[in-house]
Structures are given as C-alpha cells and as structure tokens.
C-alpha cells in the first residue's frame, strides 16, 4: 500500500494518502483544512484520487471535503450518522475498495457519534478515537463517554497488536504507533471498569 501522512493546518491535524500500486487509484483519509499537499503527492507518484474517507464529521477533518472532491471528482465516504454530504454510506464492519485495498469500516462511536477507524494492509486509522498516547474528547456535543469506554476496549483493544496507529491528530510522542505499543503504554487502555473510566475521563 502506498501511504503518505501529512500535517495539515493548526491543529495538529494529520491527513492521509493511501493507494492502490497496482491501479494506481487512491483515496484521502480526513482532508482537514486542506488537502493540497496530498493532492500533489497522488499527482507526483501518478495516482488518481477516487475516494475521500472521513473519520468523523468534526470541520477540522473535513473542512477541504467539498473542493477536493470538485477538483478530483472523488466520492465522500461518511458514516450514516455523519452529519457531512455522502456519496458513499458506510456502515459498521463494511469493506470499502480502493482499487485492490480493502479498507475495513469499525464503528467506534465516543468522540462523535459517527466516528470510525479504518483497518487496511496493517494499518489503522483511528481518526480522534485513539491517539498515540492518548484518546480523543468526551465533552463535546455529541461525545458519549460510555461510548467511548465500549470503542476503546471492547472494538480497538481487540484489535491486532502489529496494526500500524495511524491518528487523526499529531498529540503523542510519536507520528504512529501500534496496537500492541499503545495497549502496554497507552493510559487509557489501562484496566478500568465503566465507572473508573468515566471518573477518570471527569464524566458524571
């Protein structure tokens, strides 16, 4: 799989560009503010931007959306509950083509209710639900921290140790990590039930 990460805009926010070697045919993974660094990284290494996938609806992961998607004509996945224009649906456990890629759709609700991780060729996109070192905000409209508790442990900490984290913000000490590294260091993955997660997540 081909994988450039950039950094895009002020708030830290990372943008992704994945594609398909054999057919050349990419997809943009949370344009942010704006996705023309990755527009010129498909056009250098001659790939053809067919799919934007966002993590979630939060305007600093799909700001650039609509003019991306005018320049290239690529579709915008959401989730159903995302509150962004969808050419294309997405559900819990769906596979989505890109090219030959097989991008994984997981539900992972918490952050915002439409938020999802993406799990393709080792890697994970987890958007604002997990970073490295950290999760994503439970006290924005929308956030449900019991929600958050359940995607956490119960659908991302099942998740193969050796996938690649991909986040959604440049919050940690490093850009990636993986399952496995954030389950052992990670200190919200540590063992806490529902109540002990919410008193430490400051949630009534």
Known sequence: MFLEQRLIGTMANFGYLIGDPERKVAAVIDPSFD????????????????????????????????RLADETGAKVAAHRLSLVRKDIVLEDGQILPVGELKVKVVHTPGHSPDSCCFIVSGHVFTGDCLFVGDCGRVDLPGSDPRHMYDSLFNKVRRMDDDLVVCPGHHYGPTARSTIGREKATNHVFRPRSLEEFLEFMGQP
Request: charged fraction near 25%; proline fraction near 3%; glycine fraction near 4%.
């Open 35 to 66: 996705a023309r660094i990755l527009e010129l990284a498909a056009r250098e290494n001659g790939y053809a931007i067919e799919t934007i996938l966002n993590t979630h609806h939060h305007p600093d992961h799909v700001f650039d959306n609509e």
